[in-house]
């Protein structure tokens, strides 16, 4: 197993173990830094992961990264709403 695949590999485990920094509660759908740093981190493993195909053109992993990070930008921005209502 190449080492490259290890070390993504493991941010990809770190980053599921800091996305637990997201919660739900009765008022609603709630971040902090942290989740977005393992969101952040999650981001990176894939791409890592899938660099290859990404330098291909592989389409499906380029919709699938677009998809991902799209998301990320609406939940970064709906917490700084949050924060700015509060």
């Not at 890592?48 to 998809?67: E, I, M, Y």
């Not at 921005?77 to 700015?84: G, R």
Request: hydrophobic residues 60%; glycine residues 10%; positive net charge.
């Amino acid at each position: 197993m190449k080492k490259r695949n290890i070390v993504f590999g493991l941010l990809f485990a770190i980053s599921l173990f800091l996305i637990g920094g997201f919660s739900l509660d009765r008022f609603g759908f709630h971040s902090d830094l942290i989740g977005i740093i393992g969101t952040l981190l999650l981001i990176v493993a894939y791409l890592g992961l899938n660099w290859a195909k990404l330098k291909s053109g592989d389409h499906r992993t380029r919709v699938t990264t677009t998809w991902v990070i799209g998301l990320l930008i609406i939940v970064i921005i709906l917490n700084i709403i949050e924060v700015a209502l509060a």
